[in-house]
C-alpha cells in the first residue's frame, strides 16, 4: 500500500535498488548452498574410498587367513588385525554378525574416544541394508564435533556369500569448507557493498531522467483547457519514448471534434447493429449442425440400406424444420427485428426434445423422460429453438481436455414441467453469474451473446421461468419450469 502511493521516480529509484538487494541475496544463498554440497559430496566419496580400501584390505586378511571363513570365526582372524586395520586407514572399524550383533570392534573412535562401541544394529539397519541394490547404507549425523557419517556393508566369504556387516564411523572435518566459504563471502560482501552504492547513485540518475519529461507533460495539462480550445503540447530535447505520448496526444486533439460529430449518429446506427446481430445469431445457429448431419448422412449412404428411406426422411424433416426456422425469423426482421410471434398448438414435448437432439451426437448429448408423451400448449420451432442454444452453449463452453456430456432431462409433474439442462462443464464464475441472460453479453471469443437473453425471452413469452444452479469445475444445470394449465 506503501509502495503504490509513491511517485513514479521513488517506484522506479526504490525498484532497482530492490532488485540489486535480491539478486546479492540470491547469490549468497545459491552460493552457501553450492559450498555446502561441496563438502558433502567431497566426504561422501572419501568415506566411499575409505570403505573400498578397507574391504579391499578385508578380503586379503580372509583369502590368507587358516581359519574357516565363517561367522563365527571372524572374531579370531581379526583379533590380532583390527587394531592395526584401524591404524593404517585412520578410522574406527566395527564387525557385526548378519543380525546386527557386534563381533568385534577397534574400539578407537575418530575423534570421539569417549563413545562406546554400539552392542548391536537397529533392525531396520539391518534391513535397509539387505534391501538396498548395492548392499550398503549411511547414516548421516550432525554431532558437536561436525557433520558423521556411518556405512554399513556386507563382507563376503570366498563364495560372495555375506558372512557379517562391516561399520565404519566418520567424522567429516569441516574445517577447510568453512574458511574457505567465510573468506569468499567476505570478499564477495566488499563487492557488493560497492555494486549497491553505483546502483544507488544510477538509480537516481535515472529515475529522474526519466520522470523529467513527464513532469513537464503533466504541467502543459493542467493548462490545456477541454472545454474551450484545444491546445497541443510541444517538448523538445526528450527521449523517444515522451515523443511519441506527446504525438499521440496532438492526435487525439485533432480527432476529437470530429469524434464528437460522429458520436451521434454512432449511436442512433448501434440500435440497428443490435438487430442486426441479433438476427444473424439465430440464423446462423442451427447451420453449423444442419451441415455435419448432412455430411454425417452422405457419408454413411447405403442406397441397399432397407431403412434408407426412413432415414432419408428422418433428415429431410428436421432440414425443413430448421429452415423454416430460419425463415420465420428472417421474416420477423421486416417488423423491427421482433422476434416472430409464438404460434401456440399442442405438441408432443418429448418428441420435440428428441427431435432437437437429433442434429447432435448420441455419445455427447442424452435424454432422459419420466413420461413416454407430454402433450403441451407452445410453440414448436421456438421450443426447439431453446433447446438447440442451451445444449450448443453447454458444448461451446467446455474445455478441451474434458469429453463433453450433456444430459437433457424431462420431468411432468402434477402441476408444472420441468426440463433441465446438465453439462460437465467447469461452470459459471460468481462474478458473471447476474449477467447471463443480459444480452450482448458472452464469454467466448466468438457469437453474439444474445443466445441466452432469446431463450429467456421465449421462455417468458411461454409464462415460463428459466434459471440455473452451478457448481466450479463440476458443471452447470439449467432449469426450465412451466406451470400445466396456464392461460
Known amino acids: 500500500m506503501w509502495f503504490s502511493k509513491n511517485s513514479l521516480r521513488s517506484k522506479i529509484f526504490l525498484s532497482m535498488l530492490l532488485l540489486t538487494l535480491i539478486a546479492s541475496i540470491m547469490i549468497l544463498i545459491v552460493t552457501v548452498m553450492q559450498y555446502r554440497e561441496e563438502a558433502e559430496d567431497y566426504h561422501k566419496k572419501r568415506l566411499l ?31 590380532d588385525n583390527i ?30 574416544t569417549k563413545k562406546d562401541t554400539i552392542q548391536k544394529i537397529n533392525f531396520d539397519i539391518v534391513s535397509k541394508i539387505d534391501e538396498s541394490p548395492d548392499k550398503r547404507f549411511v547414516i548421516m549425523n550432525d554431532s558437536k564435533l561436525g557433520e558423521s557419517q556411518s556405512s554399513y556393508s556386507y563382507i563376503y566369504d570366498r563364495q560372495f556369500k555375506p558372512i557379517a556387516i562391516l561399520n565404519l564411523p566418520y567424522l567429516a572435518d569441516t574445517t577447510f569448507y568453512k574458511n574457505e566459504l567465510r573468506e569468499f563471502l567476505g570478499n564477495l560482501a566488499k563487492i557488493y557493498l560497492v555494486l549497491f552504492i553505483l546502483a544507488t547513485i544510477l538509480s537516481y540518475i535515472l529515475s529522474r531522467y526519466i520522470t523529467k519529461s513527464l513532469n513537464s507533460i503533466n504541467n502543459m495539462l493542467r493548462k490545456t483547457s477541454f472545454t474551450g480550445e484545444k491546445t497541443k503540447l510541444n517538448i523538445d530535447n526528450t527521449n523517444q519514448e515522451i515523443v511519441q505520448l506527446v504525438k499521440s496526444y496532438n492526435d ?74 430460419m425463415s420465420n425469423i428472417a421474416s420477423g426482421f421486416s417488423a423491427f427485428a421482433q422476434m416472430p410471434k409464438a404460434q401456440m398448438y399442442e405438441y408432443d414435448l418429448v418428441d420435440v426434445i428428441k427431435k432437437s437432439l437429433y442434429l ?8 432422459h423422460s419420466n413420461v413416454e408423451e407430454l ?9 426447439m429453438r431453446v433447446i438447440t442454444n442451451l445444449i450448443e452453449n453447454a458444448l461451446q463452453a467446455m474445455p478441451a481436455d474434458r469429453k463433453p456430456m450433456v ?6 409433474t402434477t402441476d408444472k414441467i ?7 462443464g467447469t461452470g459459471i464464475p460468481d462474478d458473471i453469474k447476474d449477467f447471463v441472460f443480459e444480452p450482448k453479453f458472452t464469454t467466448k471469443t466468438t457469437g453474439m451473446g444474445l443466445g441466452l437473453a432469446i431463450v429467456k425471452r421465449i421462455i417468458e413469452n411461454h409464462k415460463g421461468k428459466i434459471h440455473f444452479t452451478t457448481n466450479p469445475n463440476k458443471g452447470t444445470t439449467f432449469t426450465i419450469e412451466f406451470t400445466k394449465n396456464q392461460k
Open 418 to 424: 420441468f426440463i433441465f439442462i446438465k453439462d460437465n
Open 83 to 112: 587394531s592395526e586395520l584401524s591404524k593404517i586407514h585412520k578410522m574406527p572399524i566395527n564387525i557385526y554378525d548378519l543380525n546386527g550383533n557386534l563381533i568385534i570392534s577397534s574400539r578407537k573412535f575418530f575423534g570421539d
Open 252 to 325: 487525439m486533439v485533432d480527432k476529437l471534434d470530429e469524434s464528437a460529430k460522429q458520436l451521434a449518429q454512432t449511436e442512433r446506427e448501434q440500435a440497428w447493429r443490435d438487430v442486426a446481430k441479433q438476427v444473424a445469431h439465430e440464423i446462423k445457429n442451427p447451420l453449423t449442425p444442419m451441415r455435419l448431419n448432412i455430411q454425417s448422412f452422405q457419408m454413411m449412404f447405403d442406397p441397399d440400406d432397407p431403412d434408407i428411406k426412413t432415414k432419408f426422411d428422418e433428415l429431410a424433416q428436421v432440414l425443413i424444420e430448421q429452415i423454416d426456422l
Open 407 to 412: 444430459n437433457v432431462t424431462l420431468q411432468d
Open 49 to 79: 574410498r575409505k570403505e573400498k580400501a578397507v574391504k579391499s584390505h578385508i578380503e586379503n586378511i580372509l583369502d590368507n587367513t587358516t581359519y574357516e571363513v565363517k561367522t563365527d570365526k571372524l572374531a579370531y582372524i581379526f583379533r
Open 375 to 383: 402433450n403441451f400448449l407452445f410453440d414448436k420451432e421456438q421450443m
Open 360 to 367: 447432435f451426437d448420441d455419445e455427447k448429448v442424452s435424454f
